[in-house]
């Protein structure tokens, strides 16, 4: 992977699209991911985005921001402004199209930078959204974050399944990441699973069981419409579909939602979001 460190000009980014209705910011604290080659980058929709990627294939680099602290405290105060003014409250979602706890934090601690940044200019809310069990590194943070803000994490575990028949293994295994949400939530930090997308679920009694121990709720998502397109055209051009329909076709569509979310809603009575307003942290 080619690593390289910039000075970013902007790190708070006004959302739109599949956001909009979520929060009012968007916020990475790097560019590129280093989870792009493990499962959850297989049908990444940040993939397809030349912006972002700028023709480098998504896995193989990562920005790091490391002014990103800095620039948050620079840019705090017209950001809240407008976000109160033109949306209700500032609200951040941490992060769309990285993740805040890759392995290279441990070297870079940017994410760090910018949720201490934040005790000191603290949005109104703050979503936390993370692939991996090291959603848990910063608890002591978290704990005086909750103390300022709405604030929340979101952990994604999209299967019950480690890995699909084909693809590369996720980035940290669905017990690991069960583990980190449950030790979050017995610290009194609410905590959020996201199942999303939604991948072919081996047992879903089980799996939901397991979610609502560890979690205060659950948000589910198919690729259709939730990778930002309405068809889920940007997943069918990913090697994600043919893995899928390996092991249960009717995963492809949208009813297999409706499914899921019947058997997560006997299980999790007033917990479980769908789509964007799941994500927003409304819930039936």
Known sequence: MQISETKAKSILTRST???RDVCSHSLQP???CSFGRALCGVGCYVQHNPWLTRG?????FLEVKKNAAELYGQQHAKESSWAR???GNFSIFMSSSTDPFLPHEDRFR????????????AP??????????????YSELYLQLAQTCEFRIHISIESDRDRLPGLPAAASSVASRLRSAQALRRLGLQVVITVAPLLPINDPCDFFGRIAESADAVVLDHF?????????????????PAAIESLDSDCLELSYLDRMREVAERIMPGRVGVGSAGFAGRYS
Request: no cysteine; glycine share 16%.
């Open 17 to 19: 699209g599949y956001l």
């Open 30 to 32: 790097y560019r590129g």
């Open 56 to 60: 480098e294939e998504w896995g193989s």
């Open 85 to 87: 003014r033109n949306r």
């Open 110 to 121: 940017i994410s760090q930078g910018l949720l201490r940044a934040m005790l000191e200019n």
């Open 124 to 137: 109104d809310s703050l979503i936390l959204q993370s692939h991996s069990h090291r959603a848990g590194m």
């Open 224 to 240: 259709v419409g939730g990778d930002g397109s309405k068809t889920g055209s940007r997943t069918l051009r990913t090697k994600l």
